[in-house]
């Protein structure tokens, strides 16, 4: 087989065999890029190491990266040692993410070796000279006193260690032997972690040990490389080490996907309930950052928790282990998953991360987690934790995690073992082992050891198994220590469990997907333009307690991945992990036949754990493959010489090529089986190659995916700016997508409502998209920051700013307004105008108790300012202070990039044309400051009035009870806990003085920290004697839209609310001289079915986004008025000795009747039915006429009208009314009412609502007792 490969080649289990170290002929480099300090002796610092060899040169699906491998198998360089120093050899692996998305796995065995170059020896003679003599004088005095404090915390006995502390970083040729780290490594196409660190530890054993290994080392690496193939999926393969067969195995296409690293370990560093946070911040696609000193903890944690997502896949930067020179990265403004290297006894408060505002962290050694703040849980949390428990409790795994060095985990794990001892079932401890855990336990020297292990902050290596390890053979088939197949099945049913969650979650997904594109092509080019999920719909099927999760996630780009891969299904191959998902809802089903429980939140377990375990165990008892042998190469004599303790160096022509005679592998494998196996492995390979380049295509038209991983081969400065550029050109992108979803998703919620003018009411949708903003603008804002300040960077700027301005505001007159002092109305009354600037709108925020922490208030002054349509006005200034921001940013910072910036403010500038309430709605229980003033028709009545006035508002979250004005001043201001958006304002007054009659034009209230104003109209009297009589009255809302314009009566709105009938309406209604405007009967029967229309809607949306049902009942257009006007139409209304008649005389009047009337009808049957009706028709107007409060005839008639709503009554009511007699008296002939057809259709509109469950508002129900 040739270097660059033939057919066969991606079926090869190892792609590279790799070494890494010094050279010693370009000798010792300063490694700056991983920024040392050159204050430390030389042996601990990092020196640049080289990739000495690999085999093949390159293969052309997979070419080598130099630079990439070198930084990847030693991440710290090399490292020096000298005989006292510990020399163990370290294992870790890494992977590195191609532009495509697909990865290629490294597995890395660290070992020193003995220097025997004489120069470089010499070299770290003379460095450690130098470096002695420059810190001789400084340092002694430091270092002796804290050598002193040390000695002082051990025991005498100690002394030894004592000299060990001081001779362990000096170096001296003639006494001491050297020491430097290399590195083999294997880089395979995929993670057979457990295979690859036999193969390393067994090549390395073969080394160190005596005696030389059976066949030149050549021919092991030889046959790994070009003759032990991939195993076929749902196969095993065994192929053979230095000493040892290796077995590993390939789940089946139908199985979750290969996963080798331990979860065992993932949940002993972090316990159950650590993990699932840390897991659903990734589901979220927040910043990760892990944390430790060791790097195969890094990799085994991000890669078990990644395993964890199927059938999801994690779309953004993918770093397990972050190489030193590449701390830049952290800076990156996207969500990522990155693994940082800890240095021994740092503190986490000393590590200055850009950005904290969505980070999670995760400090795998002390087993500690700081999560976001604020973000929505996992569904089902607590029994999803309980189940997992249960798995790893089978196991013998301690759910808390085994943390080693605090009192409490060790408590935790006393506790776990005796549940283990009594829990029969598990046979995992046997008895001397526990005597032995038991008696360590008590032991007073292992506490001492303990608590000096964690001062000097050296971590003890846990004992794995306190009897001896003893590979054991069941029935002599099993070829796999038992261990490993324990960590297999626990691995399989742990992520069956997740799994599960994701099945059930899910499972009716597809009936969601939205298929609109006719071919492939056509979907790819206008793919960002398409909605392919049908997101509201799903998430209104979903349980409540899942939405707050739900709603976010389905926002993530891996959410928007695994829906396009479904679409792409199509028109070709399914994508792995969705096939295997996709038949698995497909069992569900077919096992369940669901019957709608869609609903419903019922946890249900996983069922098939043993079945999944029992493929593994199969596989491994049963060996499908066994590759060929190594076997003795054809070498030149001499070659392949044994030296004990130094790596030979490889024949080159040897393992630059595999065997020419390619069906070598086919003619191991005798049946026809075996080949069909591979053809179809061979044709998955080439697939998949297709699949990614779809899919990289796809990716280049989505977002946040244009940076993987960063490039590891190139660190110019140059490279570091375009990288830089592309994180400017992703903010700029995601901002415009975002805003243009939020206005998408509101102005289409507002086209429906435009037919009815129901107050839009923040949606779950509209809260996750708004969320996702506010951190969006952290990333904006902590990109390229100098020097990092508090967890909120936009916060942090924006202190700065409030800062210098409150400076020059003393020395200032006072700040900016905007617009003139006070608004006049049209009746010369005013509402004083509101002040608004940037630092008002911080002080309001810096005033709610409730928000504790800097990243809250920066979430809340951005909630505020898009509330207030302020928000690219207030960041304009914020970012026009240049000084401030070329203080706090770097050159290539997103914010100083003008002409990103400008388009950025001017993407959130189209937020303005619609209305948000996401402050309002959010902050619901905080006390607002509101003003309200109340503004009389001064030229139709008196400017003051002589009777006590009051007033009481109500909103959708409360009402402020009733609150007496002063009399002359008509203006109140009043705290009171939000009471959201305003719905109704009642208004009245005691009737007292010689000036009682008032006549109102309407009343105005404002929030105060929104500047929201809601005005209500009026446009009657108040007043005994005059209009119909009302010392008080309810008023339906409308909010006023800030605009220039100063006539109220001119207010632009989107959508246009509903309001109280206005004055023009109620005049023309009640008197003869409105009579030409009066609407005809078709605008009637239309305005009724409108009316009724728009009540069904509202119960027809989801509960919380319904808004103010009393608007729907009372408002402009509502059931009330229209009703009104059905029986206003044909009224005799003409004045009886100049006194207005209104619809309620004709109510009163139909009473006396019924009650005078023993007889309705002519049969017995219709009497009885009749009977029962008027009785509770004359109980519900009586009720009212009796209430103790004052309201007018018209004000009785809308009661009656909402009391008749909430029963459902008013279809038996009207027939009572048409069936009187006094009809004739007091309607002409051509009434609506006098028309028995019209009469029937409006009962049958006015039943749709019955069966809606109407809940009214206390204002409407006060005082009315039935």
Same mark, same amino acid.
């Given at each position: 087989?040739?270097?660059?490969?033939?057919?066969?080649?991606?079926?090869?289990?190892?792609?590279?065999?790799?070494?890494?170290?010094?050279?010693?002929?370009?000798?010792?480099?300063?490694?700056?890029?991983?920024?040392?300090?050159?204050?430390?002796?030389?042996?601990?610092?990092?020196?640049?190491?080289?990739?000495?060899?690999?085999?093949?040169?390159?293969?052309?699906?997979?070419?080598?990266?130099?630079?990439?491998?070198?930084?990847?198998?030693?991440?710290?360089?090399?490292?020096?040692?000298?005989?006292?120093?510990?020399?163990?050899?370290?294992?870790?692996?890494?992977?590195?993410?191609?532009?495509?998305?697909?990865?290629?796995?490294?597995?890395?065995?660290?070992?020193?070796?003995?220097?025997?170059?004489?120069?470089?020896?010499?070299?770290?003679?003379?460095?450690?000279?130098?470096?002695?003599?420059?810190?001789?004088?400084?340092?002694?005095?430091?270092?002796?006193?804290?050598?002193?404090?040390?000695?002082?915390?051990?025991?005498?006995?100690?002394?030894?260690?004592?000299?060990?502390?001081?001779?362990?970083?000096?170096?001296?040729?003639?006494?001491?032997?050297?020491?430097?780290?290399?590195?083999?490594?294997?880089?395979?196409?995929?993670?057979?972690?457990?295979?690859?660190?036999?193969?390393?530890?067994?090549?390395?054993?073969?080394?160190?040990?005596?005696?030389?290994?059976?066949?030149?080392?050549?021919?092991? @690496?030889? %046959?790994?490389?070009? !003759?032990? +193939?991939?195993?076929? #999926?749902?196969?095993?393969? $065994?192929?053979?080490?230095?000493? &040892?067969?290796?077995?590993?195995?390939?789940?089946?296409?139908?199985?979750?996907?290969?996963?080798?690293?331990?979860?065992?370990?993932?949940?002993?560093?972090?316990?159950?309930?650590?993990?699932?946070?840390?897991?659903?911040?990734?589901?979220?696609?927040?910043?990760?950052?892990?944390?430790?000193?060791?790097?195969?903890?890094?990799?085994?944690?991000?890669?078990?928790?990644?395993?964890?997502?199927?059938?999801?896949?994690?779309?953004?930067?993918?770093?397990?282990?972050?190489?030193?020179?590449?701390?830049?990265?952290?800076?990156?403004?996207?969500?990522?998953?990155?693994?940082?290297?800890?240095?021994?006894?740092?503190?986490?408060?000393?590590?200055?991360?850009?950005?904290?505002?969505?980070?999670?962290?995760?400090? @795998?050694? %002390?087993?500690?987690? !700081?999560? +976001?703040?604020?973000? #929505?849980?996992?569904?089902? $949390?607590?029994?999803?934790?309980? &189940?997992?428990?249960?798995?790893?409790?089978?196991?013998?795994?301690?759910?808390?995690?085994?943390?080693?060095?605090?009192?409490?985990?060790?408590?935790?794990?006393?506790?776990?073992?005796?549940?283990?001892?009594?829990?029969?079932?598990?046979?995992?401890?046997?008895?001397?082992?526990?005597?032995?855990?038991?008696?360590?336990?008590?032991?007073?020297?292992?506490?001492?050891?303990?608590?000096?292990?964690?001062?000097?902050?050296?971590?003890?290596?846990?004992?794995?198994?306190?009897?001896?390890?003893?590979?054991?053979?069941?029935?002599?088939?099993?070829?796999?220590?038992?261990?490993?197949?324990?960590?297999?099945?626990?691995?399989?049913?742990?992520?069956?469990?997740?799994?599960?969650?994701?099945?059930?979650?899910?499972?009716?997904?597809?009936?969601?997907?939205?298929?609109?594109?006719?071919?492939?092509?056509?979907?790819?080019?206008?793919?960002?333009?398409?909605?392919?999920?049908?997101?509201?719909?799903?998430?209104?099927?979903?349980?409540?307690?899942?939405?707050?999760?739900?709603?976010?996630?389905?926002?993530?780009?891996?959410?928007?991945?695994?829906?396009?891969?479904?679409?792409?299904?199509?028109?070709?191959?399914?994508?792995?992990?969705?096939?295997?998902?996709?038949?698995?809802?497909?069992?569900?089903?077919?096992?369940?036949?669901?019957?709608?429980?869609?609903?419903?939140?019922?946890?249900?377990?996983?069922?098939?754990?043993?079945?999944?375990?029992?493929?593994?165990?199969?596989?491994?008892?049963?060996?499908?493959?066994?590759?060929?042998?190594?076997?003795?190469?054809?070498?030149?004599?001499?070659?392949?010489?044994?030296?004990?303790?130094?790596?030979?160096?490889?024949?080159?022509?040897?393992?630059?090529?595999?065997?020419?005679?390619?069906?070598?592998?086919?003619?191991?494998?005798?049946?026809?089986?075996?080949?069909?196996?591979?053809?179809?492995?061979?044709?998955?390979?080439?697939?998949?190659?297709?699949?990614?380049?779809?899919?990289?295509?796809?990716?280049?038209?989505?977002?946040?995916?244009?940076?993987?991983?960063?490039?590891?081969?190139?660190?110019?400065?140059?490279?570091?700016?375009?990288?830089?550029?592309?994180?400017?050109?992703?903010?700029?992108?995601?901002?415009?997508?975002?805003?243009?979803?939020?206005?998408?998703?509101?102005?289409?919620?507002?086209?429906?409502?435009?037919?009815?003018?129901?107050?839009?009411?923040?949606?779950?949708?509209?809260?996750?998209?708004?969320?996702?903003?506010?951190?969006?603008?952290?990333?904006?804002?902590?990109?390229?920051?100098?020097?990092?300040?508090?967890?909120?960077?936009?916060?942090?700027?924006?202190?700065?700013?409030?800062?210098?301005?409150?400076?020059?505001?003393?020395?200032?007159?006072?700040?900016?307004?905007?617009?003139?002092?006070?608004?006049?109305?049209?009746?010369?009354?005013?509402?004083?105008?509101?002040?608004?600037?940037?630092?008002?709108?911080?002080?309001?925020?810096?005033?709610?108790?409730?928000?504790?922490?800097?990243?809250?208030?920066?979430?809340?002054?951005?909630?505020?300012?898009?509330?207030?349509?302020?928000?690219?006005?207030?960041?304009?200034?914020?970012?026009?202070?240049?000084?401030?921001?070329?203080?706090?940013?770097?050159?290539?910072?997103?914010?100083?990039?003008?002409?990103?910036?400008?388009?950025?403010?001017?993407?959130?500038?189209?937020?303005?044309?619609?209305?948000?309430?996401?402050?309002?709605?959010?902050?619901?229980?905080?006390?607002?400051?509101?003003?309200?003033?109340?503004?009389?028709?001064?030229?139709?009545?008196?400017?003051?009035?002589?009777?006590?006035?009051?007033?009481?508002?109500?909103?959708?979250?409360?009402?402020?009870?009733?609150?007496?004005?002063?009399?002359?001043?008509?203006?109140?201001?009043?705290?009171?806990?939000?009471?959201?958006?305003?719905?109704?304002?009642?208004?009245?007054?005691?009737?007292?003085?010689?000036?009682?009659?008032?006549?109102?034009?309407?009343?105005?209230?404002?929030?105060?920290?929104?500047?929201?104003?809601?005005?209500?109209?009026?446009?009657?009297?108040?007043?005994?004697?005059?209009?119909?009589?009302?010392?008080?009255?309810?008023?339906?809302?409308?909010?006023?839209?800030?605009?220039?314009?100063?006539?109220?009566?001119?207010?632009?709105?989107?959508?246009?609310?509903?309001?109280?009938?206005?004055?023009?309406?109620?005049?023309?209604?009640?008197?003869?001289?409105?009579?030409?405007?009066?609407?005809?009967?078709?605008?009637?029967?239309?305005?009724?079915?409108?009316?009724?229309?728009?009540?069904?809607?509202?119960?027809?949306?989801?509960?919380?986004?319904?808004?103010?049902?009393?608007?729907?009942?009372?408002?402009?257009?509502?059931?009330?008025?229209?009703?009104?006007?059905?029986?206003?139409?044909?009224?005799?209304?003409?004045?009886?000795?100049?006194?207005?008649?209104?619809?309620?005389?004709?109510?009163?009047?139909?009473?006396?009747?019924?009650?005078?009337?023993?007889?309705?009808?002519?049969?017995?049957?219709?009497?009885?039915?009749?009977?029962?009706?008027?009785?509770?028709?004359?109980?519900?107007?009586?009720?009212?006429?009796?209430?103790?409060?004052?309201?007018?005839?018209?004000?009785?008639?809308?009661?009656?009208?909402?009391?008749?709503?909430?029963?459902?009554?008013?279809?038996?009511?009207?027939?009572?009314?048409?069936?009187?007699?006094?009809?004739?008296?007091?309607?002409?002939?051509?009434?609506?009412?006098?028309?028995?057809?019209?009469?029937?259709?409006?009962?049958?509109?006015?039943?749709?609502?019955?069966?809606?469950?109407?809940?009214?508002?206390?204002?409407?129900?006060?005082?009315?007792?039935?």
């Amino acid at each position: 087989m040739s270097a660059t490969g033939s057919g066969m080649a991606p079926c090869r289990f190892a792609h590279y065999f790799v070494i890494c170290g010094i050279d010693t002929e370009t000798g010792l480099e300063p490694d700056e890029l991983a920024g040392e300090n050159f204050e430390q002796s030389p042996l601990r610092r990092t020196f640049k190491s080289k990739v000495l060899a690999h085999f093949p040169e390159t293969i052309e699906w997979n070419p080598f990266d130099q630079d990439a491998v070198n930084m990847l198998c030693m991440p710290k360089g090399l490292s020096f040692r000298t005989q006292v120093d510990n020399r163990e050899p370290q294992f870790h692996s890494y992977l590195i993410t191609r532009e495509d998305g697909s990865r290629t796995y490294g597995f890395v065995l660290t070992f020193y070796e003995e220097v025997t170059s004489k120069q470089i020896c010499t070299a770290m003679q003379t460095l450690y000279q130098m470096h002695h003599a420059e810190h001789s004088g400084s340092v002694c005095a430091s270092s002796s006193c804290s050598m002193d404090s040390l000695a002082s915390s051990m025991d005498e006995g100690d002394a030894t260690s004592l000299n060990k502390l001081h001779c362990c970083s000096s170096y001296d040729m003639s006494r001491d032997t050297l020491y430097v780290s290399k590195a083999l490594c294997l880089i395979t196409p995929l993670p057979f972690m457990q295979a690859c660190r036999k193969f390393l530890t067994q090549l390395h054993r073969a080394v160190s040990s005596q005696q030389p290994p059976p066949l030149p080392l050549e021919s092991y @690496i030889h %046959n790994i490389l070009y !003759e032990v +193939p991939l195993p076929a #999926p749902g196969r095993s393969l $065994k192929f053979h080490g230095v000493y &040892e067969p290796i077995v590993c195995q390939r789940p089946s296409p139908s199985e979750l996907p290969l996963a080798d690293y331990s979860l065992k370990q993932v949940f002993e560093l972090l316990g159950v309930e650590n993990l699932v946070q840390v897991f659903t911040c990734i589901l979220l696609e927040m910043q990760i950052l892990l944390y430790s000193q060791d790097y195969q903890r890094l990799m085994t944690v991000a890669e078990g928790i990644t395993t964890l997502l199927f059938p999801f896949q994690w779309q953004h930067v993918y770093v397990p282990i972050l190489p030193a020179s590449l701390l830049h990265f952290l800076d990156a403004p996207v969500p990522y998953l990155m693994g940082l290297q800890s240095k021994a006894g740092t503190d986490r408060s000393k590590l200055e991360l850009p950005q904290e505002a969505n980070l999670c962290f995760v400090d @795998i050694d %002390n087993h500690f987690i !700081e999560l +976001p703040e604020d973000f #929505p849980q996992f569904p089902n $949390k607590l029994e999803f934790i309980q &189940e997992i428990s249960a798995v790893l409790l089978q196991f013998g795994i301690p759910p808390e995690g085994s943390l080693h060095c605090s009192e409490s985990a060790t408590q935790l794990k006393s506790l776990a073992l005796h549940d283990l001892v009594n829990d029969k079932k598990n046979g995992n401890l046997p008895g001397d082992a526990l005597a032995v855990f038991e008696l360590l336990q008590g032991n007073a020297t292992v506490e001492r050891l303990q608590a000096l292990a964690k001062r000097t902050g050296v971590t003890v290596g846990r004992v794995q198994t306190l009897g001896g390890s003893t590979v054991k053979e069941k029935d002599g088939r099993l070829q796999c220590e038992e261990e490993e197949l324990r960590d297999a099945t626990l691995n399989v049913q742990v992520r069956e469990v997740f799994a599960n969650r994701f099945s059930h979650m899910f499972a009716d997904y597809e009936a969601f997907v939205i298929q609109s594109a006719m071919d492939l092509e056509s979907w790819l080019t206008n793919r960002e333009q398409m909605h392919n999920f049908d997101k509201a719909s799903f998430l209104s099927d979903q349980p409540e307690p899942y939405l707050p999760f739900l709603s976010h996630f389905i926002e993530t780009q891996m959410f928007a991945t695994f829906i396009d891969n479904k679409i792409m299904s199509q028109w070709e191959d399914k994508e792995p992990l969705l096939r295997v998902f996709d038949s698995r809802i497909e069992k569900m089903r077919l096992y369940n036949v669901r019957i709608p429980n869609l609903r419903s939140s019922n946890y249900q377990k996983s069922t098939i754990l043993k079945e999944s375990a029992q493929s593994i165990e199969q596989r491994l008892m049963k060996i499908d493959h066994t590759a060929i042998h190594p076997h003795l190469l054809d070498m030149k004599i001499g070659q392949g010489k044994y030296e004990q303790g130094f790596f030979p160096k490889l024949q080159a022509d040897v393992l630059a090529a595999g065997p020419t005679n390619n069906n070598r592998w086919a003619s191991r494998t005798g049946t026809a089986q075996r080949r069909k196996d591979r053809l179809r492995q061979h044709s998955e390979h080439l697939g998949l190659d297709n699949d990614l380049r779809e899919k990289y295509m796809q990716e280049a038209r989505s977002l946040g995916k244009n940076l993987r991983q960063p490039k590891l081969s190139d660190l110019s400065p140059a490279v570091i700016a375009q990288t830089n550029w592309k994180f400017v050109e992703g903010l700029l992108k995601e901002c415009r997508m975002k805003t243009k979803r939020m206005l998408v998703e509101k102005m289409g919620h507002e086209a429906v409502e435009l037919g009815h003018g129901e107050a839009n009411i923040t949606g779950l949708e509209e809260n996750t998209l708004i969320a996702s903003l506010c951190d969006l603008m952290e990333r904006i804002w902590s990109h390229g920051l100098q020097v990092k300040q508090g967890k909120s960077a936009l916060w942090s700027h924006l202190l700065q700013y409030q800062e210098r301005e409150e400076k020059l505001e003393q020395t200032a007159v006072s700040p900016v307004l905007l617009g003139p002092e006070r608004r006049k109305s049209e009746t010369g009354l005013t509402m004083p105008f509101l002040r608004v600037s940037l630092i008002q709108d911080m002080r309001h925020i810096q005033n709610v108790s409730e928000i504790k922490t800097d990243v809250g208030r920066a979430r809340g002054w951005i909630r505020l300012s898009l509330e207030k349509k302020l928000l690219s006005q207030h960041l304009k200034q914020l970012l026009s202070n240049q000084a401030l921001t070329k203080k706090l940013y770097k050159r290539y910072a997103f914010l100083r990039c003008e002409e990103e910036k400008e388009q950025f403010l001017y993407h959130l500038l189209t937020l303005n044309t619609v209305d948000y309430f996401c402050f309002t709605s959010v902050f619901t229980t905080i006390m607002i400051p509101y003003r309200a003033v109340i503004i009389p028709i001064k030229k139709l009545s008196n400017a003051i009035t002589t009777s006590n006035p009051w007033v009481s508002v109500s909103g959708e979250l409360g009402d402020s009870g009733v609150m007496q004005i002063p009399k002359n001043v008509l203006e109140i201001t009043f705290d009171c806990q939000n009471l959201g958006k305003l719905t109704t304002a009642q208004i009245g007054h005691d009737n007292s003085g010689l000036l009682a009659k008032w006549l109102v034009d309407c009343v105005m209230v404002r929030n105060e920290i929104t500047g929201h104003t809601y005005k209500f109209p009026c446009g009657r009297w108040l007043g005994k004697g005059v209009d119909d009589g009302s010392l008080e009255r309810i008023l339906i809302g409308e909010l006023l839209m800030p605009c220039a314009d100063e006539d109220l009566s001119k207010q632009c709105r989107t959508p246009p609310l509903q309001r109280s009938p206005t004055q023009t309406r109620r005049l023309s209604i009640t008197s003869l001289a409105g009579r030409n405007n009066k609407p005809n009967a078709g605008q009637i029967q239309e305005a009724i079915g409108e009316a009724v229309n728009n009540i069904v809607k509202h119960f027809h949306k989801p509960e919380k986004e319904r808004g103010s049902l009393t608007i729907l009942l009372c408002g402009e257009n509502g059931l009330v008025s229209a009703l009104e006007q059905f029986f206003h139409h044909g009224f005799k209304s003409s004045r009886i000795f100049q006194k207005n008649v209104f619809v309620w005389d004709f109510i009163e009047k139909a009473v006396a009747y019924f009650e005078m009337t023993d007889q309705i009808g002519d049969t017995e049957e219709e009497t009885e039915s009749f009977r029962s009706m008027y009785k509770v028709f004359c109980h519900y107007v009586n009720a009212i006429n009796v209430t103790p409060r004052n309201i007018g005839k018209d004000g009785k008639f809308q009661f009656l009208v909402c009391l008749g709503a909430r029963d459902h009554l008013l279809p038996q009511w009207i027939p009572l009314l048409v069936e009187c007699p006094l009809i004739t008296r007091m309607y002409e002939e051509y009434a609506l009412l006098r028309d028995h057809l019209t009469v029937n259709s409006l009962i049958r509109v006015l039943q749709t609502v019955h069966e809606f469950n109407i809940t009214l508002e206390s204002s409407l129900v006060k005082g009315i007792t039935l």
